[in-house]
């Protein structure tokens, strides 16, 4: 079964730090593009940040530039999010998904999500 899976989300003050990863299950994330993505109760998914399959183009949505760094190591089949200066309205359940491109959107491949809760 080809599935992503996240981890790293948490409780953490505003201003605060949390690095995110994204781990691939039954297939290897070399190919494809890798999107973070969050989305609470009751509002509409958002698109955080992209980083295609070679790890060279990177894209975030202006909400999270210059906080937020996703990276990619191949070798260990995972994607990161690196997120500094958290605000409040950083909250919510993050999931990351699989497509060819960034530019696409067939994505697939969702994982269970990790919650990020920004309070003080």
């Known amino acids: 079964q080809l599935q992503l899976v996240e981890s790293g989300g948490g409780l953490v003050q505003p201003g605060g730090s949390l690095r995110l990863s994204c781990v691939a299950s039954?297939?290897?994330?070399?190919?494809?593009?890798i999107g973070w993505f969050r989305q609470a109760p009751g509002k509409e998914r958002e698109g955080v940040s992209c980083?295609?399959?070679?790890?060279?183009?990177?894209n975030y949505a202006d909400s999270v530039k210059g906080r937020f760094t996703v990276s990619r190591d191949n070798a260990k089949n995972t994607v990161y999010l690196q997120m500094n200066n958290l605000k409040p309205e950083d909250t919510d359940v993050y999931y990351c998904a699989a497509e060819l491109y960034c530019s696409g959107s067939n994505w697939g491949s969702w994982g269970q999500g990790t919650q990020v809760t920004v309070s003080s």
């Open positions: 980083i295609n399959s070679s790890g060279r183009s990177t």
């Open positions: 039954g297939f290897t994330l070399d190919y494809y593009a």
